[in-house]
């Protein structure tokens, strides 16, 4: 798969030249950890919350990274202000339903989100993703397990119904737009021992939005640059404390020559 | 003292097996630390804090840690929810009064707290556990000092009092139900350099009473454990940067097995 | 400038003795690396930033760090408040108007603060920094750059109007109060790699005034110890997650002979 990979290695040189600015409203959790990575990777990181803010920040950014980890409505509806504004100046907005799959507010919250904004891609496991659809607004609880191949068919028919590029992360990533599917197969198990994990991953690829229209190439080459980081701190370091701290690394030091040789992409693209 | 050894391996073992799931609503410096020791210990931390998700969420957890560093009235509203349906579903509380002992508000708000809950154990270190006396309800200079030995048969007399055990961290720590008490003297210096060391020590509690029903023998169990990470990591890191990472690493890679064989306690159990 | 090397050397010594209780109401992105630095140089961190208790708790306090990073109407409202005490009790005030460079609602807000309490120091980049001009009330982009040397006249004129030290940091620091200019040649590029970092340095500003009256000699003081510090961390670590911890190494480690060795000021002091 020589193209994507050499095209993710085009993405990876666009953002350490172009340095875009990514505007995060993400939960109080992730937080750090999402203004580090995104520094790490060459990207630069604004956070910023306030419902009296949002709006004109939102219009210097070049990608909006919405997360609803440790949501309350206040921070909803900062969401949606800055979502709409995104919107209507055509910025890409890139959407994390942090416990979706488990709590009523949560996937409310990001249904209404999705609604009331252009949402370009949607990440999360696959409970998180399933939990969007219309016709089974029921809630899964926390142990729900799908497979990416159980979600594949789902995912593609959610993806063209919501019209938003969707990844379902996992040992193996999914990323569909309902016509072209890609898997991503690059990461390490320690990523799971790492809070955070997928909302830096989310915040990944808001940044390879930010230099790349093709939605599904932006997010696959994203996954992979991050599942790479994943492999290449496992190679330092064999516990959570010190891989997290291996992963920021990995995120500064990948070249984009390392990214296309390492990225392993599978699927029809 | 081989019997509470034995049984802390026990802990550690249903732990890293069971992967409880452990509700947090806790402060914002300690949130980020407090997943991923949780994380790294083999638990499987939720941290949720909103008004209108709080009850819904508590109902798949398997312990409530409630921490009011950095309070406001909304979080501890959502503690004395999420708080009251936890009582309801005899799910294990924790309660960490972080700053009882130095402000009115966050003495009053533990105190709302004990009083509207079931709260199983309270660790703090002693002037916070001795500021929730009744009948001496006044401020304490953070400069208080209490020894562990000095504070040992109040604190005896106010676990009886509330019907909650309590510890009282410290170089040497004190837990006690008013009828058994134990010595803890795992821990290491440096602990004292990292913030929120104390309110990961409440949260790993947590971890503990989820997969021990004997709030003593869990609370010692799980400071035990936690101090010796911290002596593993002492054994790693001279200075409190790389400390921090390498208690967190201990934390993943101390066996049941270690913990037998270092789990320092004392006292009648 | 032996003397003002020396000067730092005696700062350093007498925070360590004296671990000094600073009181932060800071971003929700900095505040454990914050607490972390803090207590890392020797200083006791205080984080509390609830409307009901900035009054009573900032006056334990010894100096007291406003930043307006991720602000909102009520967390702005508590620093007035903490800043109105601190101002009645003269304690000193160290004010960081995180991105009041771009904008609006924190240009604002930063100006309320100086406009409603004392304000001893004032840390930003040159664009935030010039934003707190008067006549001269407009948003600039992030991009606008300014170069120490462009600003150092206009920082002296806007130090005198407002009374408070200015200090503007970037490769080369700035410290001025109108009549005495410091420059402070400290630091290291991967300090600009992880985010912060700015947050951080102010923090350290609020250490050291709280043992020296002399506001220009504690500001240049910390601002040479913390990038002493990242070009410590730098010998360490060639990235910015391992350099995240090397720093805080670097805090804790550097001794008072260490920095008065390795301090580099020039200017007119």
Redesign the interface.
Known sequence: MLKLSEKAAQNLAALREKKP?IHNIT???????T??AL??MGA???????E??VE??VS?ASALVLNI?????GRIASMILAGKKATELNTPIILDPV?AG?????MSSAVRIIDQTRVSVIRGNASEILSLRRNDLKTK??DAIHTVDEAAEIAGILASEIQATLAITGPMDLVTDGERTIRVANGHPLM?????TGCVSTATIGAFLAVDDDRVSATAAALAFFGLAGEKAGEKA?????F???????L??ITPADLAMGARFEGNH
């Not at 939960?27 to 950890?33: E, I």
């Open positions: 600015l939960n109080f959790v992730a937080m750090n950890y203004a580090n520094l790490a630069s990181p604004m956070m910023a919350h306030a009296n803010e004109e920040l210097y980890g440790t949501p309350s409505e416990g488990v709590g009523l507010f949560r609880g926390m799971g021992y790492v809070t955070g064999a516990a959570p404390g010190s997290k701290s291996a992963l920021i690394d990995a500064y030091t």
